[in-house]
């Protein structure tokens, strides 16, 4: 039988069904793992048959088909949409339906049912394959909203000495860009290792899984599954609900479940989203006692006698600022320096500036200044006061001193559980943040403050790494990889990230790091994208100096976000373009019009090399992109942009 093609049986148990002939069924793709029959369940056992065997929240029946695929015991899911979204409430976000995963029906006795697909299992996938010999460990950490200001990053005036413990055995990557300055599209693209442009994941409403291709993909932490290792994890490192169940069972091990932060270390009473909040003791917040679970997990994955990658997701420094109060009162709030580069750039457009967040904010538990009463209207034009400045970053540079101490708890682990040197260890942000810079608070731009993040890696194999800097650029895409290279497995398939390897090797070992956009130094790309899209209440700018809407384009369906910004960063420049997006239909027919004139442009000079990135100030504060004396650069990037970003369907 011909892949994509129903068995005689079930096409006239259709055709029974819709009182006609049996047809074509459109909706199943060429070749597809699964017969997907639209308006239809299955529901009856054959003798001995079992029934229901699972019943998950899935965003698509075709994520419904990949994992009934993967469960032995299931041969058809029956996939029940919501049409209302988020499990039934009224909103655009998190729109899912339920898998209900059967053992062997009998495929003459459909129901007709609206709202179902029905996914009949017709290939079951490759077997695992083998652990490579020697493959090591690995331990992956993510904080969320975590800039690189760090001692490692010479940022010295943040406590963190447990990043000093860790630079000093890892190596730094000075220039590591997200893909998207928000959490969902980051994490969709770094755990997939492919870019917001082929997940199809812009903002808070879609995931990877929810479209054909992306549902059969394998994720980082999956593709490490494949190769037999015990493969666990905790916390925030998919984003919650995106995919939905932190993409278990697909993308993880049942040794023990995936520990989710909710409900762990919930935030005190009184504490508000954009919000302060020393608390008294270290173990109430969720890190630490996520961090907790985590260490008892390499413990007990340590025995073990297959290898390990085991993920731990960091809530902190997002808000609010939770750090126990020992840490907060480790900074004197009157000696915090804040930035000089207090509005947006100079000839900057206002398409490329964030709304707000800290408009309105819920300052109720802890604001000696009075925040909350004086200054709830602010924007990057308006920006607060410094005393304002200085509360804000206190909270959030309290919060990376716990973060700091997490980290070292974990490192601690490893070193109790006897295998430090044999994982490799990676730690990365999210996505970059601004504090005050260019006017803006938190994410959600191009800016170099947007996109930057930290990301060091350890590779004990390669001792001569230990200490050292990497000053290329690089993708928060090449780490899934760089991890599977360091670990010992072969490069994984139809990825958009490139293995960072080389970086690790003594200099005299070293090949040219291969990328789309060309041949760069041994060290790093030659140069890093990145995308984020707008939707302005109006278009035109002439109503407001800020285009957009509250809370951007978060909950907006693909269809209707109307711009995106395309941004590039090369050694000594970030060039950034806008365009009208329209995106009818999703893989096949989505993207910008790369010949139409763009709505805006921006060009920052970044020269200097790695010694200029230590201060802040100095980023993106004159948009040069109208200056006739540098027009020759603006061409030339307009080009890598337009190399990289023509869309290319994933159908």
């Given at each position: 039988?011909?892949?994509?093609?129903?068995?005689?049986?079930?096409?006239?148990?259709?055709?029974?069904?819709?009182?006609?002939?049996?047809?074509?069924?459109?909706?199943?793709?060429?070749?597809?793992?699964?017969?997907?029959?639209?308006?239809?369940?299955?529901?009856?056992?054959?003798?001995?048959?079992?029934?229901?065997?699972?019943?998950?929240?899935?965003?698509?029946?075709?994520?419904?088909?990949?994992?009934?695929?993967?469960?032995?015991?299931?041969?058809?899911?029956?996939?029940?949409?919501?049409?209302?979204?988020?499990?039934?409430?009224?909103?655009?976000?998190?729109?899912?339906?339920?898998?209900?995963?059967?053992?062997?029906?009998?495929?003459?006795?459909?129901?007709?049912?609206?709202?179902?697909?029905?996914?009949?299992?017709?290939?079951?996938?490759?077997?695992?394959?083998?652990?490579?010999?020697?493959?090591?460990?690995?331990?992956?950490?993510?904080?969320?909203?975590?800039?690189?200001?760090?001692?490692?990053?010479?940022?010295?005036?943040?406590?963190?000495?447990?990043?000093?413990?860790?630079?000093?055995?890892?190596?730094?990557?000075?220039?590591?860009?997200?893909?998207?300055?928000?959490?969902?599209?980051?994490?969709?693209?770094?755990?997939?290792?492919?870019?917001?442009?082929?997940?199809?994941?812009?903002?808070?409403?879609?995931?990877?899984?929810?479209?054909?291709?992306?549902?059969?993909?394998?994720?980082?932490?999956?593709?490490?599954?494949?190769?037999?290792?015990?493969?666990?994890?905790?916390?925030?490192?998919?984003?919650?609900?995106?995919?939905?169940?932190?993409?278990?069972?697909?993308?993880?091990?049942?040794?023990?479940?995936y520990v989710s932060q909710v409900g762990v270390g919930e935030n005190p009473p009184g504490c508000g989203y954009f919000d302060v909040c020393p608390i008294p003791f270290a173990n109430q917040t969720v890190d630490y006692q996520i961090?907790?679970?985590?260490?008892?997990?390499?413990?007990?994955?340590?025995?073990?006698?297959?290898?390990?990658?085991?993920?731990?997701?960091?809530?902190?420094?997002?808000?609010?600022?939770?750090?126990?109060?020992?840490?907060?009162?480790?900074?004197?709030?009157?000696?915090?320096?804040?930035?000089?580069?207090?509005?947006?750039?100079?000839?900057?457009?206002?398409?490329?500036?964030?709304?707000?967040?800290?408009?309105?904010?819920?300052?109720?538990?802890?604001?000696?200044?009075?925040?909350?009463?004086?200054?709830?209207?602010?924007?990057?034009?308006?920006?607060?006061?410094?005393?304002?400045?200085?509360?804000?970053?206190?909270?959030?540079?309290?919060?990376?001193?716990?973060?700091?101490?997490?980290?070292?708890?974990?490192?601690?682990?490893?070193?109790?559980?006897?295998?430090?040197?044999?994982?490799?260890?990676?730690?990365?942000?999210?996505?970059?943040?601004?504090?005050?810079?260019?006017?803006?608070?938190?994410?959600?731009?191009?800016?170099?403050?947007?996109?930057?993040?930290?990301?060091?890696?350890?590779?004990?194999?390669?001792?001569?790494?230990?200490?050292?800097?990497?000053?290329?650029?690089?993708?928060?895409?090449?780490?899934?990889?760089?991890?599977?290279?360091?670990?010992?497995?072969?490069?994984?398939?139809?990825?958009?990230?490139?293995s960072l390897k080389s970086a690790f090797l003594p200099p005299g070992h070293r090949a040219p790091v291969s990328a789309e956009g060309g041949v760069s130094t041994p060290t790093g790309k030659q140069y890093a994208f990145s995308q984020?899209?707008?939707?302005?209440?109006?278009?035109?700018?002439?109503?407001?100096?800020?285009?957009?809407?509250?809370?951007?384009?978060?909950?907006?369906?693909?269809?209707?976000?109307?711009?995106?910004?395309?941004?590039?960063?090369?050694?000594?420049?970030?060039?950034?373009?806008?365009?009208?997006?329209?995106?009818?239909?999703?893989?096949?027919?989505?993207?910008?019009?790369?010949?139409?004139?763009?709505?805006?442009?921006?060009?920052?000079?970044?020269?200097?090399?790695?010694?200029?990135?230590?201060?802040?100030?100095?980023?993106?504060?004159?948009?040069?992109?109208?200056?006739?004396?540098?027009?020759?650069?603006?061409?030339?990037?307009?080009?890598?942009?337009?190399?990289?970003?023509?869309?290319?369907?994933?159908?």
């Amino acid at each position: 039988m011909k892949c994509g093609m129903l068995p005689f049986t079930v096409a006239a148990a259709i055709a029974a069904v819709a009182g006609g002939a049996a047809s074509p069924l459109p909706s199943t793709p060429p070749n597809s793992p699964c017969n997907f029959v639209p308006g239809t369940a299955f529901e009856t056992a054959v003798p001995g048959g079992e029934g229901v065997i699972l019943k998950m929240p899935m965003t698509s029946q075709w994520e419904c088909c990949a994992v009934c695929r993967r469960e032995p015991r299931c041969f058809v899911g029956n996939y029940v949409a919501d049409t209302k979204g988020n499990h039934g409430k009224p909103s655009d976000w998190n729109i899912t339906g339920v898998c209900y995963m059967r053992g062997r029906v009998d495929t003459t006795k459909p129901t007709a049912k609206p709202n179902v697909t029905a996914c009949l299992v017709e290939q079951r996938p490759p077997p695992m394959q083998p652990t490579p010999k020697g493959a090591l460990n690995v331990l992956y950490v993510v904080s969320d909203d975590m800039r690189p200001e760090l001692p490692p990053y010479g940022q010295h005036h943040v406590i963190a000495p447990n990043f000093e413990r860790f630079a000093a055995s890892a190596t730094t990557f000075d220039r590591a860009y997200c893909q998207q300055s928000i959490c969902s599209p980051s994490r969709n693209s770094f755990m997939s290792g492919r870019r917001p442009d082929r997940t199809g994941v812009f903002n808070f409403v879609n995931d990877f899984r929810d479209f054909a291709a992306g549902a059969e993909w394998l994720s980082l932490p999956q593709y490490f599954k494949q190769f037999n290792y015990t493969v666990l994890g905790h916390s925030k490192l998919f984003h919650r609900g995106h995919p939905e169940n932190n993409d278990e069972p697909l993308s993880w091990t049942q040794e023990q479940p995936y520990v989710s932060q909710v409900g762990v270390g919930e935030n005190p009473p009184g504490c508000g989203y954009f919000d302060v909040c020393p608390i008294p003791f270290a173990n109430q917040t969720v890190d630490y006692q996520i961090v907790s679970k985590a260490v008892a997990t390499i413990a007990m994955a340590a025995r073990m006698r297959r290898p390990f990658f085991i993920g731990v997701g960091l809530i902190r420094p997002h808000l609010p600022f939770v750090a126990p109060r020992a840490l907060y009162n480790l900074y004197n709030e009157s000696a915090i320096n804040i930035t000089a580069n207090v509005g947006p750039p100079l000839h900057g457009p206002g398409v490329a500036l964030n709304d707000c967040v800290f408009a309105h904010a819920n300052w109720s538990y802890h604001d000696p200044l009075g925040i909350k009463e004086q200054y709830t209207n602010m924007t990057p034009y308006t920006p607060y006061p410094p005393d304002a400045q200085r509360f804000l970053r206190h909270g959030y540079y309290a919060a990376i001193t716990h973060v700091d101490q997490q980290v070292g708890r974990l490192l601690d682990a490893l070193e109790d559980a006897g295998v430090a040197d044999r994982t490799v260890v990676a730690f990365h942000g999210d996505h970059g943040w601004h504090l005050g810079e260019q006017g803006e608070w938190t994410k959600k731009t191009n800016f170099e403050l947007g996109t930057r993040v930290p990301l060091l890696i350890r590779a004990p194999q390669h001792p001569a790494s230990f200490g050292t800097h990497a000053p290329g650029l690089a993708e928060l895409i090449d780490v899934y990889p760089t991890l599977a290279d360091l670990a010992g497995l072969p490069p994984p398939p139809d990825i958009d990230g490139t293995s960072l390897k080389s970086a690790f090797l003594p200099p005299g070992h070293r090949a040219p790091v291969s990328a789309e956009g060309g041949v760069s130094t041994p060290t790093g790309k030659q140069y890093a994208f990145s995308q984020f899209p707008q939707c302005p209440i109006d278009p035109t700018g002439k109503t407001l100096p800020i285009w957009h809407a509250k809370m951007s384009c978060q909950g907006y369906p693909r269809e209707k976000i109307p711009i995106f910004g395309y941004s590039v960063r090369s050694e000594d420049w970030r060039y950034t373009e806008w365009y009208y997006f329209r995106c009818p239909a999703w893989p096949t027919d989505c993207g910008v019009d790369w010949a139409a004139p763009p709505i805006a442009t921006e060009l920052y000079n970044h020269s200097g090399g790695v010694a200029a990135m230590q201060d802040y100030d100095n980023f993106d504060v004159v948009n040069l992109a109208g200056d006739p004396q540098y027009a020759n650069v603006t061409q030339a990037l307009h080009a890598v942009l337009r190399m990289q970003f023509t869309f290319n369907s994933t159908a």
